[in-house]
């Protein structure tokens, strides 16, 4: 009786949307090998858009907080075992050191380990009245000080990107007294447009945050209750919560010293997720990708990228060839604002349609007289007509994008009329 061949499974390394998208997509394209995938966290996979959110306001878990059921994974022949963390890479013999002590072989590697959030030193990481926000029990661990101070502590908030945002907007709703240092000129530096950022701000500052830019923590005394803080400014407060948000770093470090280029932004891959070692690939935040729509080599920490990046390296694991272009956008949403933005926010000037007094209108980033990234507030519909505007770099007349009587998705340059 012969004996039947073994064929090694595709390995997922990180239970992240990256990676629970990759295996899914695995699955929805005939693949119908092992599937392992390999988390160190013991929690089930979950979303984190929510941890900066509901999670902080409400006193119960959205339901809709899982990635997938758990059934998902048995109904999908996918192995997750949690509570396990690769500790190694044996990129010559196919197989991972696992940290419970067994080896694991691997047809195929896919590193979806996402990112770490970036401490300072002033504020270590499990310091009494200290928050990071990156993982479930961070935010749990974040709710349960919020919920013991009513409405009379003081929350102080380090970085004025996305995440400082809307951990301001949560603690808003919980009555809670906020102040948010920014280093920088302005909020959102990196994230969004000057306009979307000065009508966010206004929108914080008329519920009673306290935003300052340019401004530095230079001394952070701790008390039984908090710590007595004094900024760059002068200006001296007390504050009962530190909440740090300061960015997040690429978890490379397992592919660095397995021998897989790396570089400060990520694990080096091409436009199919492939790393300069044959058979190990890499998807979403850890992974500084080639982007066919940018013609570059970058890095998004997004969920949209994760989840479309797990997705189409997925694909080219199989055997797809066509490279990666989607273009970056994510979502964020603060007090009655629903924020979306695709594309680059970051033009040399914005055009602007509607109304943003209403609180509904449109932002158009342009890169000479090409569109080149769309922010929409409280205007879905609009955002899904635009976004073929930015995929083609569409050349539009300032007043035709103005107008709210034209639909700029409908236009046609008059060269190009019959």
Not at 1 to 30: F, K, W
Not at 108 to 136: C, E, M, N, W
Request: aromatic share 6%; net charge negative; glycine share 8%.
């Amino acid at each position: 009786m012969s004996r039947q061949s073994y064929c090694a499974p595709i390995v997922i390394v990180g239970a992240s949307l990256s990676g629970v998208q990759a295996a899914e997509t695995l699955r929805a394209e005939g693949y119908s090998g092992e599937i392992v995938m390999l988390s160190e966290e013991n929690a089930q996979p979950y979303d984190r858009p929510p941890l900066s959110k509901e999670v902080l306001c409400e006193p119960d878990l959205p339901g809709s907080i899982p990635l997938r059921e758990r059934s998902f994974y048995n109904e999908q022949h996918i192995e997750l075992r949690l509570g396990r963390a690769v500790t190694a890479i044996d990129i010559l013999n196919k197989q991972v050191s696992i940290s419970d002590g067994s080896r694991l072989v691997y047809d195929k590697l896919l590193l979806t380990t996402g990112s770490r959030v970036r401490q300072i030193d002033r504020f270590p990481y499990g310091a009494d009245h200290v928050h990071y926000l990156r993982t479930i029990d961070d935010a749990l661990k974040l709710r349960r000080e919020m919920a013991g101070l009513g409405d009379k502590g003081h929350m102080l908030i380090v970085g004025a990107g996305i995440i400082g945002l809307e951990v301001a907007a949560a603690a808003i709703k919980l009555q809670l007294k906020v102040t948010v240092v920014e280093v920088g000129l302005r909020p959102l530096a990196r994230a969004a447009s000057p306009y979307l950022a000065e009508f966010l701000t206004k929108a914080h500052i008329d519920r009673g945050v306290d935003i300052q830019c340019d401004s530095e923590i230079v001394e952070a005394n701790a008390v039984s209750d908090g710590f007595d803080v004094v900024l760059s400014s002068g200006g001296r407060l007390h504050a009962n919560i530190v909440v740090v948000g300061v960015g997040v770093v690429p978890n490379l470090e397992l592919a660095k010293t397995a021998g897989i280029e790396t570089s400060s932004l990520g694990i080096r891959v091409d436009g199919r997720g492939r790393s300069s070692v044959e058979d190990v690939f890499a998807a979403g935040e850890v992974a500084f990708h080639f982007n066919g729509h940018y013609g570059v080599h970058r890095r998004d920490e997004t969920w949209q990228h994760a989840a479309s990046h797990g997705s189409h390296v997925a694909r080219c694991m199989l055997g797809a060839t066509d490279v990666y272009d989607e273009p970056m956008s994510y979502w964020t949403d603060q007090y009655e604002y629903s924020v979306q933005v695709f594309g680059n926010p970051l033009g040399d000037r914005d055009v602007v349609r509607g109304e943003p007094q209403r609180g509904s209108f449109t932002v158009f980033h342009m890169d000479g007289q090409s569109i080149c990234g769309v922010t929409a507030v409280n205007a879905a519909k609009q955002m899904r007509k635009c976004k073929p505007l930015v995929m083609t770099s569409a050349s539009i007349p300032d007043d035709v994008l103005r107008n709210l009587e034209l639909d700029p998705s409908l236009y046609r340059c008059p060269e190009n009329q019959s």
